[in-house]
Structures are given as structure tokens and as C-alpha cells.
């Protein structure tokens, strides 16, 4: 699996530039990916419902309420990325019913379970997709003072752009398909009985 110091050579190399042993070398290169790879990484983690950052947890209550509209106020995970879901709620879904404010969740829930995308620092953890984007994200960051060449930051921010819009959503949405509970209704005898057709029962 890729390393940060993988990932800023596939950054490096992206625009010619040559290699580094490490993101801690003296040179200007290695400083530049070091300086912009954190912020970078947060930048792509909060662009997607990432699989492999996502996490849930049991929000607890602050003592103190809001100042005013809303009844209750939850303090946000350290590594809180983004939010996905508010007891089972997707956000898109229930932008009305929070607010997100100075590292605290607001809200009229007396309870909160949240899904979230978490800041994922783990390298292996990462998919070829996200380090793709993130290679290209922090190449968009450093070729400029490497190069002096604005021309080659809008191309290669445009195929970060490209990356993450098309390919993100179609592979976390074919391996995030919501579970579909099973119903007495789904059996094979009572979908025989309504197309009128003789129920035979499994042989065991």
C-alpha cells in the first residue's frame, strides 16, 4: 500500500519532477508536499462518503444548551470530518433538523447517533481511487512554486475535479447499497398464492 511519501512522489511525478526519499528532506519539493499534505488530505476525505472513513458513533449531550432555536448540543469527535447521517437520517435528508456550529452539533434530538467520515491519517487504509485523488489534489497544491506554471495547476486540478465527481460516487454507491430487511410478504408461498401459481417447497 502507498505511504505519504509514495503519494507525494505520484505527485511529483505527476508534473516531472523527481523523486524524494522523504516528505523530512531539505529539499523544496519534499517541504512543499508536507506543508500542503495534510490540509489536502482533509480536503479529499471531505469531498466523498469515503467506505473506508466512515465510522459511527453515540453522541453525549453537552450540560449547556444553545443560546437559543435549538434544545441541545453534542461536542463533534476530534477527527470529525463531515457528517452522513443523524440517527439514521441521511443529512440531505434532515438539513433542517441540525446545525453544525464551532465543533458542535445542534439539534432538537435528546439523542444522537451520527455517521460520519473521520480524518483516516493510516495510509493503508486508503483505496487506489483516494490515493488517485489525493495525489493529484497536492500536485495541484505544489506545482506552481515548483514550476512557475499556472497552465499545468488548472489541468491537473481539473482531472482531480474529474476523479472525485465521476469515479468516487459510482464505486462507494455500488459498495454502500442500503440492506434491504427480509418480510414475510418476500416468501415463497405467498408470492406463489398472488401470481396464482402452485407452491413446491424446497427439497432438503
Known amino acids: ?3 505519504k511519501t509514495d503519494i507525494a512522489n505520484m505527485a511529483l511525478l505527476r508534473f516531472g519532477q523527481k523523486k524524494i526519499m522523504s516528505m523530512d528532506d531539505e529539499q523544496k519539493s519534499a517541504r512543499l508536499c508536507k506543508q500542503h499534505y495534510d490540509r489536502s488530505r482533509r480536503e479529499v476525505l471531505r ?4 467506505n473506508f472513513a466512515t465510522t459511527r458513533i453515540a453522541l453525549t449531550a453537552s450540560p449547556t444548551t444553545p443560546l437559543y432555536r435549538w434544545s441541545y448540543q453534542y461536542a463533534l469527535p ?6 452522513i447521517e443523524i440517527n439514521q437520517k441521511d443529512i440531505f435528508d434532515s438539513v433542517r ?16 447517533n451520527l455517521k460520519y467520515i473521520y480524518d483516516e491519517e ?3 487504509y486508503y483505496d487506489a481511487l483516494f490515493v488517485e485523488a489525493l495525489s493529484l489534489l497536492l500536485a495541484s497544491r505544489v506545482v506552481v512554486s515548483l514550476t512557475g506554471k499556472h497552465q ?4 491537473l486540478t481539473d482531472e482531480y475535479v474529474q476523479v472525485t ?15 434491504i430487511a427480509w418480510r414475510p410478504t418476500d416468501s415463497r408461498l405467498c408470492q406463489s398464492r398472488r401470481q396464482g401459481a402452485n407452491y413446491s417447497p424446497l427439497p432438503f
Open 152 to 155: 499545468l495547476k488548472s489541468a
Open 78 to 83: 476530534e477527527d470529525f470530518i463531515r457528517a
Open 1 to 3: 500500500m502507498a505511504s
Open 165 to 179: 465527481k465521476e469515479l468516487a460516487q459510482q464505486i462507494d454507491a455500488a459498495e454502500n447499497n442500503p440492506v
Open 47 to 50: 469531498s466523498h462518503r469515503w
Open 97 to 112: 433538523h441540525f446545525a453544525i456550529e464551532n465543533g458542535m452539533l445542534l439539534t432538537d434530538e435528546d439523542a444522537v
Open 122 to 124: 493510516v495510509t493503508t
